[in-house]
Structures are given as structure tokens and as C-alpha cells.
């Protein structure tokens, strides 16, 4: 080789990392546009993602697909893609791998799927064991299908990794209730509500604890 082969060969070895850096700052604005395209307009977003997937934009393209695909009310579609997308070779780092299945498994339970939403929250967490999110998901799933022990055990999991998620709280409350532990699920809910109090979901649901260690306090009471 040559000497001025060889600078040039050098030159471009050494430029690659830099190459390598733009091109991905590039694909990820290019993704974040997307993403953000939908809100405007998901069919349009949808058409232009899968464009860009057949001109080579690789996972952020098929990412962006299933979103405009679930914003176009496509929950199934959109969450079999983002599965797919786990599981593929381009699928990207562990933890983006997991955050598909998490987007996946929320998608599904969206869609009312709930032997679906399990496989894809428990295949994240074979990834990512320790990922509350998809512990969180899981137990809505077991929740969906009526294993209100089974959602109890994971959230308990999930508050012992962090004691603060109030949406744990109130799943667990839920799970609780539907079991008929209202002293428990009265505690849960409370705790809920103190870190969360803004939320409308879980007062509706002490109101519905309340009003059920109501009517139990007046059976027992004309028993």
C-alpha cells in the first residue's frame, strides 16, 4: 500500500466513530419527529414511518409504525410489531429490547389481551428483572384475567423495589379489594391517595373500598 493510501485509509478508519456518532444523532432526531408527527397528523405519520423503514430506518422506523399504528386504533397491530421488534436482531440495547415489551404489554392490555400483555411484560423481565414498569404490567395482566393473588404478589414486588409508585398503591389496592381484603386494600389506597392526591382514578376507588367496609360493617352488625 501506498503512503497516501494509507493516510487515506487511515483518515477514513479514524472518521468512522465520528460518522458513526452523527448518523445516530441523525436517526434519533429524525425518530423524535416522528414520534411527534403523530399528534398531528397519525395517518400521515404512519405512511411517512414506513417509508422511512423501507429506506432503511431500522428499529427507530418500526418503533415509530407502532405508535402511529396505536394512535390510529390499532392496539393489537401496533403491539404484535412492537414484539416483533423485541425480539429482532436490530431490536437495539437490552433495555430498549425491554421497553418494547413494555410498550408491547401496555398496548395489549389496551387491547383486553391479557394472555398477550403476560408473555410480553414477562419476556421484558427476563431481560430486565428488576424493571418495575413491567412488573406493574404483568400484574395488570394477571389482573385482566382474574389472578388478583398473582398482580398482588408482583406489586408487592414492585413497592418493595419502590415504596413511592402510588399507581402500584392503587393496582394493589384493586387486587386486594377484588379479594375481599378491604382492611388491606383500605391501607393501600389511603397511601395511595396521600402521594398522589390529584388522582381521580384512586379516589374513585376509595370510594368504592369505603363504601364496601360500609355495607360489610352493617351485615355484620344485623348479623
Known sequence: MTRLALITFLSFA???????????????????ECLESIAADAEIAYEDALIW?????????????????????????????????????DGGSPAM????????????????????????????LDIAYQNTDLRIARARAYALSGRYDYAETDLTSVLTLDPTRADALRYRADAKF????????????????????QSVETALLRGQIREAVRLKGVETATE
Open 14 to 32: 479514524f472518521s468512522m466513530p465520528a460518522l458513526a456518532a452523527d448518523l445516530t444523532a441523525e436517526f434519533d432526531q429524525r425518530h423524535e
Open 53 to 89: 423503514v423501507d429506506d432503511g430506518g431500522g428499529r427507530r422506523a418500526k418503533h415509530c409504525v407502532a405508535m402511529a399504528l396505536y394512535a390510529l386504533g390499532q392496539e393489537k397491530q401496533a403491539a404484535f410489531k412492537l414484539d416483533e421488534l423485541a425480539k429482532a436482531t
Open 178 to 197: 377484588k379479594q375481599d381484603k378491604l382492611n388491606e386494600a383500605q391501607v393501600d389506597i389511603e397511601a395511595s391517595l396521600d402521594l398522589d392526591p
Open 97 to 124: 429490547r425491554a421497553n418494547f415489551y413494555l410498550e408491547a404489554a401496555n398496548f395489549w392490555l389496551a387491547a383486553e389481551e391479557a394472555t398477550k400483555a403476560y408473555t410480553s411484560a414477562t419476556a421484558g
